[in-house]
Protein backbone atom coordinates (compact mmCIF):
# COMPACT_ATOMS: atom_id res chain seq x y z
CA UNK A 1 0.00 0.00 0.00
CA UNK A 2 0.93 3.71 -0.92
CA UNK A 3 0.18 5.86 1.67
CA UNK A 4 0.63 10.04 0.83
CA UNK A 5 0.58 12.20 3.95
CA UNK A 6 0.51 15.84 3.31
CA UNK A 7 2.38 18.12 6.22
CA UNK A 8 2.16 21.78 6.73
CA UNK A 9 4.07 23.46 8.45
CA UNK A 10 3.08 26.17 10.65
CA UNK A 11 4.59 28.59 13.62
CA UNK A 12 5.62 26.84 17.04
CA UNK A 13 3.01 26.98 19.39
CA UNK A 14 5.12 29.07 21.51
CA UNK A 15 6.26 31.44 19.08
CA UNK A 16 5.70 34.98 19.47
CA UNK A 17 3.41 36.23 16.68
CA UNK A 18 4.18 39.23 15.48
CA UNK A 19 1.97 41.14 12.03
CA UNK A 20 4.55 41.78 9.30
CA UNK A 21 4.99 45.41 8.52
CA UNK A 22 2.31 45.41 5.83
CA UNK A 23 -0.14 43.74 8.21
CA UNK A 24 -1.10 41.06 6.10
CA UNK A 25 0.95 38.28 7.36
CA UNK A 26 2.87 37.40 10.04
CA UNK A 27 6.58 38.32 10.92
CA UNK A 28 8.26 34.40 10.19
CA UNK A 29 11.65 35.55 10.40
CA UNK A 30 13.48 34.25 14.23
CA UNK A 31 10.66 32.36 14.73
CA UNK A 32 10.57 28.23 15.39
CA UNK A 33 8.08 26.36 13.25
CA UNK A 34 7.01 22.86 13.75
CA UNK A 35 4.08 20.21 11.64
CA UNK A 36 1.13 21.54 11.89
CA UNK A 37 -0.38 19.30 14.71
CA UNK A 38 -3.16 17.32 13.11
CA UNK A 39 -0.28 16.13 10.28
CA UNK A 40 1.44 14.64 13.07
CA UNK A 41 -1.41 12.63 14.04
CA UNK A 42 -1.72 11.81 10.25
CA UNK A 43 1.62 10.84 9.94
CA UNK A 44 1.71 8.53 12.78
CA UNK A 45 -1.74 6.82 11.49
CA UNK A 46 0.58 5.93 8.47
CA UNK A 47 3.64 5.02 10.02
CA UNK A 48 1.60 2.54 11.93
CA UNK A 49 0.46 0.77 8.93
CA UNK A 50 3.76 0.44 7.90
CA UNK A 51 4.48 -0.80 11.04
CA UNK A 52 2.21 -3.60 10.59
CA UNK A 53 3.33 -4.65 6.91
CA UNK A 54 3.77 -3.78 3.37
CA UNK A 55 3.00 0.38 3.36
CA UNK A 56 5.16 2.91 1.61
CA UNK A 57 4.71 6.55 2.97
CA UNK A 58 5.45 9.22 1.13
CA UNK A 59 5.41 12.99 3.26
CA UNK A 60 4.27 15.90 0.79
CA UNK A 61 5.17 19.50 1.76
CA UNK A 62 4.89 22.79 -0.01
CA UNK A 63 6.50 26.25 1.34
CA UNK A 64 10.05 27.63 1.52
CA UNK A 65 13.45 26.26 2.10
CA UNK A 66 12.83 25.81 5.80
CA UNK A 67 10.04 23.30 5.02
CA UNK A 68 13.01 20.95 4.06
CA UNK A 69 13.33 20.78 8.33
CA UNK A 70 9.47 19.55 9.05
CA UNK A 71 10.19 16.95 5.97
CA UNK A 72 13.22 15.43 7.44
CA UNK A 73 11.71 15.12 11.49
CA UNK A 74 9.11 13.22 9.51
CA UNK A 75 11.75 11.23 7.40
CA UNK A 76 12.97 10.36 10.54
CA UNK A 77 10.30 9.31 12.55
CA UNK A 78 10.21 6.81 9.98
CA UNK A 79 8.41 7.82 6.49
CA UNK A 80 10.38 6.47 3.44
CA UNK A 81 10.50 9.63 0.80
CA UNK A 82 9.91 13.28 0.73
CA UNK A 83 8.44 15.62 -1.99
CA UNK A 84 9.00 19.56 -1.29
CA UNK A 85 7.35 21.88 -3.10
CA UNK A 86 9.13 25.06 -2.59
CA UNK A 87 7.60 28.10 -5.15
CA UNK A 88 6.95 31.49 -4.04
CA UNK A 89 3.89 31.02 -6.31
CA UNK A 90 3.00 28.16 -4.00
CA UNK A 91 3.76 29.52 -0.28
CA UNK A 92 1.15 32.05 -0.86
CA UNK A 93 -1.56 30.67 -2.61
CA UNK A 94 -4.85 29.71 -0.51
CA UNK A 95 -6.66 26.38 0.37
CA UNK A 96 -7.47 25.46 -3.60
CA UNK A 97 -4.15 26.52 -4.86
CA UNK A 98 -2.69 24.05 -2.08
CA UNK A 99 -5.18 21.46 -2.76
CA UNK A 100 -4.18 21.88 -6.87
CA UNK A 101 -0.39 21.58 -6.43
CA UNK A 102 -1.13 18.20 -3.50
CA UNK A 103 -3.39 16.58 -6.27
CA UNK A 104 -0.93 16.80 -9.30
CA UNK A 105 1.43 14.83 -7.12
CA UNK A 106 -1.18 12.80 -6.21
CA UNK A 107 -2.23 11.90 -9.83
CA UNK A 108 1.69 11.26 -10.24
CA UNK A 109 1.85 9.24 -6.66
CA UNK A 110 -1.35 7.40 -7.48
CA UNK A 111 -1.17 6.59 -3.50
CA UNK A 112 -3.95 4.08 -2.29
CA UNK A 113 -4.54 6.45 0.58
CA UNK A 114 -3.98 10.13 1.14
CA UNK A 115 -4.35 11.39 4.67
CA UNK A 116 -4.47 15.09 5.74
CA UNK A 117 -4.99 16.86 8.69
CA UNK A 118 -8.58 17.96 9.29
CA UNK A 119 -7.01 21.81 9.43
CA UNK A 120 -4.00 23.87 9.75
CA UNK A 121 -3.31 25.29 13.41
CA UNK A 122 -2.41 28.97 11.77
CA UNK A 123 -4.84 29.18 8.70
CA UNK A 124 -7.50 26.54 10.11
CA UNK A 125 -9.51 26.85 7.05
CA UNK A 126 -10.38 23.00 7.07
CA UNK A 127 -10.91 22.89 3.38
CA UNK A 128 -7.55 21.41 1.72
CA UNK A 129 -8.67 17.89 2.45
CA UNK A 130 -11.99 17.87 0.28
CA UNK A 131 -10.62 19.86 -2.28
CA UNK A 132 -7.69 17.92 -2.83
CA UNK A 133 -10.21 14.73 -2.41
CA UNK A 134 -12.29 15.99 -4.85
CA UNK A 135 -9.58 16.71 -7.50
CA UNK A 136 -8.41 13.63 -7.42
CA UNK A 137 -11.57 12.48 -8.33
CA UNK A 138 -11.79 9.80 -5.00
CA UNK A 139 -14.09 9.44 -1.91
CA UNK A 140 -13.18 11.23 1.58
CA UNK A 141 -14.27 11.79 5.38
CA UNK A 142 -13.52 14.16 8.20
CA UNK A 143 -12.32 14.41 11.98
CA UNK A 144 -11.53 10.60 11.85
CA UNK A 145 -10.83 9.15 15.35
CA UNK A 146 -10.18 5.85 14.30
CA UNK A 147 -8.83 3.51 11.45
CA UNK A 148 -9.45 0.26 10.64
CA UNK A 149 -8.29 -1.60 7.28
CA UNK A 150 -10.25 -4.48 5.77
CA UNK A 151 -10.25 -6.46 2.26
CA UNK A 152 -12.41 -3.63 1.03
CA UNK A 153 -10.87 -0.30 2.09
CA UNK A 154 -11.38 1.42 5.67
CA UNK A 155 -13.87 1.51 8.10
CA UNK A 156 -13.50 4.46 10.08
CA UNK A 157 -14.80 6.56 13.16
CA UNK A 158 -15.73 10.34 12.50
CA UNK A 159 -16.34 12.84 15.52
CA UNK A 160 -19.73 14.38 15.58
CA UNK A 161 -20.86 17.52 17.44
CA UNK A 162 -20.96 16.65 21.56
CA UNK A 163 -18.17 13.75 21.45
CA UNK A 164 -20.56 11.17 19.06
CA UNK A 165 -18.95 8.49 16.89
CA UNK A 166 -19.87 8.28 13.18
CA UNK A 167 -19.04 5.06 11.63
CA UNK A 168 -18.41 5.07 7.99
CA UNK A 169 -16.45 2.83 5.28
CA UNK A 170 -14.40 3.90 2.56
CA UNK A 171 -13.37 1.94 -0.47
CA UNK A 172 -9.15 2.42 -1.43
CA UNK A 173 -7.87 4.49 -3.09
CA UNK A 174 -9.53 7.62 -0.70
CA UNK A 175 -8.70 10.48 1.25
CA UNK A 176 -9.39 10.66 5.21
CA UNK A 177 -8.67 14.38 7.19
CA UNK A 178 -7.52 13.45 10.86
CA UNK A 179 -8.59 15.30 13.87
CA UNK A 180 -5.95 15.03 16.62
CA UNK A 181 -6.04 12.55 19.30
CA UNK A 182 -6.69 9.65 17.11
CA UNK A 183 -3.41 8.19 18.22
CA UNK A 184 -0.40 8.71 20.67
CA UNK A 185 2.71 10.61 18.25
CA UNK A 186 6.26 8.92 18.20
CA UNK A 187 9.31 10.78 18.52
CA UNK A 188 11.75 10.39 15.86
CA UNK A 189 14.73 7.88 17.40
CA UNK A 190 18.29 9.01 17.10
CA UNK A 191 18.82 5.82 14.89
CA UNK A 192 15.50 7.49 12.66
CA UNK A 193 17.01 10.57 12.32
CA UNK A 194 20.43 8.99 11.33
CA UNK A 195 19.20 7.74 8.83
CA UNK A 196 16.36 10.18 7.52
CA UNK A 197 19.92 11.79 6.33
CA UNK A 198 20.06 9.75 3.42
CA UNK A 199 16.37 9.59 2.82
CA UNK A 200 15.38 11.22 -0.32
CA UNK A 201 13.80 14.76 -0.55
CA UNK A 202 12.89 15.50 -3.67
CA UNK A 203 12.12 19.13 -4.85
CA UNK A 204 9.87 20.30 -7.18
CA UNK A 205 8.07 23.40 -8.46
CA UNK A 206 5.19 24.79 -9.74
CA UNK A 207 6.44 24.67 -12.85
CA UNK A 208 7.27 21.11 -12.51
CA UNK A 209 3.91 20.40 -11.71
CA UNK A 210 2.37 22.19 -14.60
CA UNK A 211 0.67 24.60 -12.62
CA UNK A 212 2.68 27.99 -13.02
CA UNK A 213 0.33 30.44 -13.26
CA UNK A 214 -2.53 28.45 -12.20
CA UNK A 215 -2.52 28.66 -8.36
CA UNK A 216 -3.05 32.52 -7.18
CA UNK A 217 -4.99 33.13 -4.39
CA UNK A 218 -8.40 33.85 -4.94
CA UNK A 219 -8.67 34.81 -1.70
CA UNK A 220 -6.78 38.00 -0.93
CA UNK A 221 -5.32 38.40 3.01
CA UNK A 222 -6.20 42.13 3.81
CA UNK A 223 -5.15 42.26 7.04
CA UNK A 224 -3.83 39.62 10.15
CA UNK A 225 -3.99 41.77 13.78
CA UNK A 226 -4.85 40.70 17.03
CA UNK A 227 -8.10 42.06 17.96
CA UNK A 228 -7.87 44.86 21.26
CA UNK A 229 -8.31 43.47 24.16
CA UNK A 230 -11.88 44.51 25.44
CA UNK A 231 -12.61 46.65 28.39
CA UNK A 232 -14.83 45.72 31.16
CA UNK A 233 -14.36 42.23 31.65
CA UNK A 234 -14.93 41.86 34.94
CA UNK A 235 -13.68 38.71 36.90
CA UNK A 236 -15.99 37.67 39.66
CA UNK A 237 -14.06 36.40 42.70
CA UNK A 238 -15.18 34.19 45.73
CA UNK A 239 -16.72 30.44 46.08
CA UNK A 240 -18.63 28.81 43.71
CA UNK A 241 -22.10 29.74 45.05
CA UNK A 242 -20.97 33.19 46.12
CA UNK A 243 -20.23 33.55 41.87
CA UNK A 244 -23.23 32.20 41.47
CA UNK A 245 -25.44 34.33 43.54
CA UNK A 246 -22.87 37.22 42.32
CA UNK A 247 -23.81 36.27 38.86
CA UNK A 248 -27.27 36.08 39.11
CA UNK A 249 -27.90 39.56 40.69
CA UNK A 250 -25.81 40.85 37.94
CA UNK A 251 -27.55 39.52 35.33
CA UNK A 252 -30.97 40.99 36.87
CA UNK A 253 -29.66 44.25 37.58
CA UNK A 254 -28.87 43.79 33.01
CA UNK A 255 -32.48 43.07 33.06
CA UNK A 256 -31.55 39.79 31.12
CA UNK A 257 -33.79 37.68 34.02
C1 LIG B 1 2.76 34.40 3.47
C2 LIG B 1 1.42 33.77 3.16
C3 LIG B 1 0.46 34.49 2.45
C4 LIG B 1 -0.77 33.90 2.17
N1 LIG B 1 -1.69 34.64 1.47
C5 LIG B 1 -2.88 34.08 1.22
C6 LIG B 1 -3.88 34.82 0.50
O1 LIG B 1 -3.68 35.96 0.10
N2 LIG B 1 -5.08 34.23 0.29
C7 LIG B 1 -5.34 32.97 0.78
O2 LIG B 1 -6.45 32.47 0.59
N3 LIG B 1 -4.43 32.24 1.45
C8 LIG B 1 -3.22 32.79 1.68
N4 LIG B 1 -2.28 32.07 2.37
C9 LIG B 1 -2.52 30.64 2.63
C10 LIG B 1 -3.46 30.35 3.68
O3 LIG B 1 -3.12 30.96 4.79
C11 LIG B 1 -3.57 28.85 3.91
O4 LIG B 1 -2.30 28.32 4.12
C12 LIG B 1 -4.17 28.10 2.76
O5 LIG B 1 -5.34 28.76 2.44
C13 LIG B 1 -4.52 26.66 3.15
O6 LIG B 1 -5.37 26.68 4.23
P1 LIG B 1 -4.97 25.94 5.58
O7 LIG B 1 -3.54 25.90 5.71
O8 LIG B 1 -5.76 26.53 6.67
O9 LIG B 1 -5.42 24.45 5.29
P2 LIG B 1 -6.66 23.60 5.75
O10 LIG B 1 -7.74 23.74 4.75
O11 LIG B 1 -6.97 23.85 7.18
O12 LIG B 1 -6.10 22.11 5.55
C14 LIG B 1 -5.19 21.62 6.39
C15 LIG B 1 -4.53 20.37 5.84
O13 LIG B 1 -4.14 20.54 4.46
C16 LIG B 1 -2.81 20.09 4.27
N5 LIG B 1 -1.99 21.28 3.94
C17 LIG B 1 -2.33 22.60 4.09
N6 LIG B 1 -1.31 23.41 3.67
C18 LIG B 1 -0.31 22.55 3.27
C19 LIG B 1 1.01 22.74 2.77
N7 LIG B 1 1.50 23.98 2.61
N8 LIG B 1 1.75 21.64 2.46
C20 LIG B 1 1.24 20.38 2.61
N9 LIG B 1 0.00 20.13 3.12
C21 LIG B 1 -0.76 21.20 3.43
C22 LIG B 1 -2.34 19.50 5.62
O14 LIG B 1 -2.60 18.10 5.65
C23 LIG B 1 -3.24 20.21 6.61
O15 LIG B 1 -3.54 19.47 7.78
C24 LIG B 1 -1.04 32.60 2.63
C25 LIG B 1 -0.09 31.87 3.35
C26 LIG B 1 1.13 32.45 3.61
C27 LIG B 1 2.16 31.67 4.37
Known amino acids: MKIMVCL????HQDAR??????????QEDNIKFEINSYDTYALEEALRVKDSGEAEVVVVSIGPDRVSQALR???GMGADR???????????SDALGIAKILASIAKEENPDLIMTGLMSDDGNFSAV???????????????VMKVEHTDSGLKLERELEGGALEVVELPRPCLIAVQTGINQVRYASLKGIMAAKKKPIDVKTAGDLGLAGQIAPKMKIEKVYTPPKGDG?????????????????????LGLL
Open 8 to 11: KQVP
Open 17 to 26: LDVRSDGTWI
Open 73 to 75: TAL
Open 82 to 92: AIHVNDAEAEN
Open 129 to 143: GAMLAELVGIPHTTA
Open 233 to 253: AEMIEGSTDEVVAKLVSKIKE
